[in-house]
């Protein structure tokens, strides 16, 4: 009798050139729009200067003000990216993680179902990697150039769908008990 078998793995996702050319372009953005913001709001304000108008203008100005940056905020703190990895026997569930706050189911598959599961460095197994054609993948990876990236792919409504993913030797070693035949692990 097999016992049961419970893992997670948190994996964060390193930013990559475009998203941090994106986070510059957000700080960019947000402080040409609040000096621009500013402007509108003083010229209104010093044009309707002493009327309970020109005062509401400046109040209206520094909220807008506010809530570009508290946008602003929301769109970086998305930038912040884990993957969770849950290994519950023979079935992986991934979320994504944004900001330690909100969460995204991704994707789940059961390692009995997959046709193959190896490294991609592997190269007595990764010619399914290059040559085999998929409709969709999954890149949940954190970090391409760290290495022990793995690639497991398998069929949702007739269509093969791969997941890349980085997953610990301990878990990957747990899956290939339940599919010997498919899941190819390299050693550490």
């Known amino acids: 009798m097999m016992e049961d078998i419970y893992l997670e793995y948190l994996v964060k996702r390193k930013k990559t050139g475009s998203?941090?050319?994106i986070v510059a372009l957000?700080?960019?953005?947000g402080v040409i729009?609040?000096?621009a913001l500013f402007l509108v709001t003083y010229a209104a304000a010093f044009y309707l200067s002493g009327t309970e108008i020109g005062s509401?203008?400046?109040s209206i100005g520094l909220v807008l003000i506010a809530l570009l940056w508290?946008?602003?905020y929301l769109l970086l703190s998305m930038q912040n990216v884990e993957y969770e990895y849950i290994l519950t026997n023979?079935?992986?569930?991934?979320d994504k993680v944004m900001s330690k706050k909100g969460r995204k189911h991704l994707v789940s598959f059961d390692f009995k179902d997959i046709s193959v599961c190896a490294n991609i460095k592997d190269n007595e197994h990764n010619?399914?990697?290059i040559n085999v054609p998929v409709k969709k993948t999954y890149d949940v990876t954190g970090d391409k150039i760290g290495g022990?990236?793995?690639f497991a792919d398998f069929s949702e409504k007739g269509e093969r769908i791969r997941v890349l993913f980085q997953p610990t030797y301990k878990m990957i070693s747990s899956a290939k008990k339940f599919n010997p035949r498919n899941i190819f692990v390299m050693e550490e």
């Open 56 to 58: 509401f203008a400046f």
């Open 90 to 94: 023979s079935e992986l569930d991934i």
């Open 127 to 129: 010619h399914d990697y």
């Open 70 to 72: 508290y946008g602003a």
């Open 33 to 35: 729009l609040s000096v």
């Open 19 to 21: 998203q941090i050319a």
């Open 26 to 29: 957000i700080i960019a953005a």
């Open 148 to 150: 022990n990236i793995y």
